[in-house]
């Protein structure tokens, strides 16, 4: 479990401090880090390693239904994509995780009990994260207290914005206390964040204060993962790993929707973190399409045709 180390206890001991570690970081890049991830996209991945790539990313997959018309039933039956995304095909793999509000954490866990996938809640007000500290850590409990084995939680972009570091630092290692045994997540809203410079701010942020996994976005604003953002998350796990030996994951969300996006942002992991972590542990994909096409092209591969409008269901 991630925990503060020793090296970070002055840089949190204040908002000045904790200011000055984060704006010590080295700048970034905009137009090198922008090239990289254009660079690396045009990667050409062969069939064999494309089926492995395909498979991979499926075992990668939280599948994600964050409505306020989701149902139970509704739930259940992503529950049973969960476990057999291919119902003709039982050697597909399952998908890492079901994400959905904490008000759902119970109908999940029945629906998937035993089955090793597991239950995502995103929690703290979700997706804006405007509330107080006492609600979003009753709506982790909530979560937890369901069953929900992991919790994406987000954090407070205005306060975060405004420079107000420690209050974030604060809440984030809160909800890491209110989530016990559970993975948390901490989702930044990178497309709020306005800077690459800002991103790298709460990508260490997010680390120090104990987060389980780095999160690019809800999914629910008009820029959410892109190659560059998560690249430039990835290099800072990297770096933390390098310099305290803890191992973070990272999760992009939202606007992922094809196979071949899923394949490049896989391509990202390995030339950059490296290959500890091509594993659902430690990389995430939040997502809800994008299960459907990694299914038809997994399909393309095996049979050498396309299937027809009915091989997947719609969520």
Known sequence: MPTITHEFVDATASDSTLRRFLHGLPGVDAVGLEARAASLGTRSIKTTAKAYAIDLAISMIDLTTLEGADTPGKVRALAAKALRPD??????????????????AATAVAALAGSGVKVASVATAFPAG????GVKLADTRDAVDAGADEIDMVIDRGAFLAGHYLKVYEEIRAVKEAAGAARLKVIFETGELST???????????MIAGADFIKTSTGKVGVNATPANTLLMLEAVRDFRERTGVQIGVKPAGGIRTSKDAIKFLVLV????????LDNHWFRFGASSLL????????????????????????
Not at 87 to 104: E, S
Not at 196 to 206: H, K, M, Q, T, V
Not at 270 to 277: I, K, R, S, V
Request: some cysteine; charged content about 25%; overall charge negative.
């Open 87 to 104: 119902p003709t095909d039982r050697t597909a793999p399952t998908t890492a995780a079901l994400c959905v509000y904490p008000d759902m």
């Open 130 to 133: 405007r509330a107080s500290l």
């Open 196 to 206: 690459y410079d800002n991103i790298r701010r709460a990508s260490w942020l997010g």
């Open 270 to 277: 390995n030339e950059t973190a490296g290959a500890d972590w």
């Open 292 to 315: 459907n096409d990694l299914l038809m092209q997994r399909q393309k591969l095996s049979t050498g045709r396309y299937s027809g409008p009915d091989y997947v269901t719609v969520d």
